[in-house]
């Protein structure tokens, strides 16, 4: 039930985004954080990131591609373990944010305006 309702929650804060915000792309960044957190891209850089849930010590986690301020969103899992690696279903969302980064520079798409064209 704790999920659900952070999900809710979640899904009621992101689209509030998307319709009240959306001249202001850094209340997304306060969401998304770098994938891996050690390293360091600046902001002119394609990069994957991740989002929890609202609650304290959500387990929800949302998968994107940062794109300067703007965020494509390959998927999403119920994160249990340590690692993406140590479940099949969180090493299958590390394969789609892998493939979409590919994708995206396969098409030389690094800011805003490419993702538009």
């Known amino acids: 039930m704790q999920t659900r309702e952070?999900?809710?929650?979640?899904?009621?804060?992101?689209l509030s985004v998307r319709v009240s915000n959306e001249?202001?792309?850094?209340?997304?960044?306060?969401y998304f954080k770098p994938l891996d957190n050690i390293t360091y891209k600046s902001k002119d850089e394609l990069e994957k990131c991740k989002?929890?849930?609202?609650?304290?010590?959500?387990w929800i986690r949302l998968y994107a591609v940062r794109v300067n301020n703007s965020y494509v969103i390959t998927g999403g899992a119920i994160k249990l373990t340590k690692t993406m690696m140590?479940?099949?279903?969180?090493?299958?969302e590390l394969?789609?944010?892998d493939e979409c980064l590919s994708y995206l520079r396969s098409k030389g798409i690094?800011?805003?305006?490419?993702?538009?064209?």
Do not use: C, M, V, W
């Open 6 to 14: 952070d999900a809710k929650e979640l899904q009621k804060q992101l």
């Open 23 to 30: 001249k202001n792309p850094k209340f997304l960044n306060s």
């Open 51 to 58: 989002a929890y849930g609202i609650i304290d010590k959500s």
């Open 86 to 92: 140590d479940r099949q279903h969180t090493r299958d």
């Open 95 to 97: 394969k789609k944010l």
């Open 110 to 117: 690094f800011d805003e305006d490419g993702l538009k064209n």
